[in-house]
């Protein structure tokens, strides 16, 4: 599975920005996808995932409420809607598809398989 992340860029605080990951290459709907995100100097944490029917998903208490993930298996597309974005939200973000068996390994980065290249978000004050 290959995945190609995009959408990210500079915003000022307060904004929204949509990032998208296209995946090819295998069977999308088949894949719990995540947002990971890594600062620097620090480890790469969980954002957000998503099942893989898109009935529920899970989130990191720093996004919870301004972050939405959602899923287009027919797109083979996964977003991340950020919104009132804060300078602290600055990281490069990845997008993974993985296969983990209990939703409360959907946080666990060694459950995804796949990691797309990342895109970079920087959110200035």
């Known amino acids: 599975v290959q995945l190609q992340a995009s959408g990210g860029g500079l915003a000022q605080a307060g904004v929204s920005l949509r990032l998208s990951c296209a995946a090819s290459?295998?069977?999308?709907?088949?894949?719990?996808m995540g947002w990971f995100r890594q600062a620097p100097g620090k480890e790469r944490e969980f954002v957000a995932a998503?099942?893989?029917?898109?009935?529920?998903?899970y989130y990191a208490d720093i996004v919870k409420g301004r972050f939405t993930i959602s899923r287009d298996n027919a797109k083979n597309t996964v977003y991340l809607q950020m919104n009132s974005l804060k300078p602290e939200d600055t990281a490069v973000y990845y997008c993974?598809?993985?296969?983990?068996?209990?939703?409360?390994?959907?946080?666990?980065?060694?459950?995804?398989?796949?990691w797309g290249q990342g895109t970079q978000v920087t959110v200035s004050s």
């Open positions: 998503i099942a893989r029917s898109g009935a529920r998903t």
């Open positions: 993974a598809a993985g296969d983990p068996y209990y939703s409360s390994s959907y946080r666990d980065s060694r459950e995804y398989d796949y």
């Open positions: 290459g295998g069977i999308f709907s088949s894949y719990v």
